[in-house]
């Protein structure tokens, strides 16, 4: 079965401390995975996608196979990171996505 | 920097209505997407369009559901005859060639009442 897990529905760090949201999947293939964003009141945007393996906003994420995870990490959370995380899977070449949960991060400050 | 917009942003319809939501893609893509989000549950997947025909479908998307490209620029979904179950947000979304993941719009709520 195709399916993305974020457990944590909401993430509570203070300013300046390590953030890491997590992702598992599964997919019986080579899926392409993302991170996008949703700020409040704002559409979601693209923030991450493995196979560029940029670094955006201070954000990364590495893909592990192994683990079948795909985890969004932060050295240091600005108030400004607030938001609703959702990880994405696409494995079919229509560009169908299919997303986790989401997880809620909130940064104190 | 060009951008997805859905109209409208909020619609209210009596249960068996019909309703129309309009989406108008990033002009140069190619590939067009609707996804919905029940309150407090995840985005899923509705529909993919390419080539002016569906390439991929979900369960959710049965025959209540239509979408069309009538011109160059338009993307709409069709709800036949709403159900209160399809009160939900509606996002549009759009991808260009060489798949870099897609763009999605603001998104259309729709309550059916």
């Known amino acids: 079965a195709q399916r993305v897990t974020q457990p944590e529905k909401l993430l509570s760090v203070f300013k300046g401390a390590p953030v890491e949201l997590k992702c598992n999947y599964s997919?019986?293939?080579?899926?392409?995975l993302f991170w996008y964003v949703q700020y409040s009141r704002q559409r979601l945007q693209l923030l991450l996608r493995h196979i560029s393996r940029e670094s955006i906003k201070g954000f990364t994420a590495d893909l592990n196979k192994g683990e079948t995870s795909f985890h969004l990490k932060k050295p240091f959370a600005q108030e400004e990171d607030s938001a609703m995380y959702y990880c994405a899977l696409s494995g079919s070449n229509t560009g169908k996505l299919i997303f986790g949960q989401g997880t809620t991060l909130q940064v104190k400050p | 920097e060009p951008e997805v917009t859905q109209t409208p942003s909020h619609q209210v319809t009596q249960m068996g209505q019909e309703v129309i939501l309009r989406c108008v893609p990033i002009s140069n893509h190619l590939y067009f997407y609707w996804y919905r989000q029940i309150l407090g549950q995840k985005v899923e997947f509705l529909v993919s369009f390419y080539n002016n025909e569906i390439s991929e479908k979900s369960e959710i998307f049965d025959d209540q559901f239509s979408v069309e490209r009538p011109d160059g620029s338009n993307f709409t979904l069709k709800i036949r005859s709403t159900k209160l179950e399809d009160s939900a947000m509606y996002f549009c979304?759009?991808?260009?060639?060489?798949?870099?993941?897609?763009?999605f719009g603001q998104g259309t709520r729709l309550t059916v009442v």
């Open positions: 997919y019986s293939g080579s899926p392409e």
């Open positions: 979304a759009s991808s260009g060639q060489g798949w870099k993941g897609a763009f």
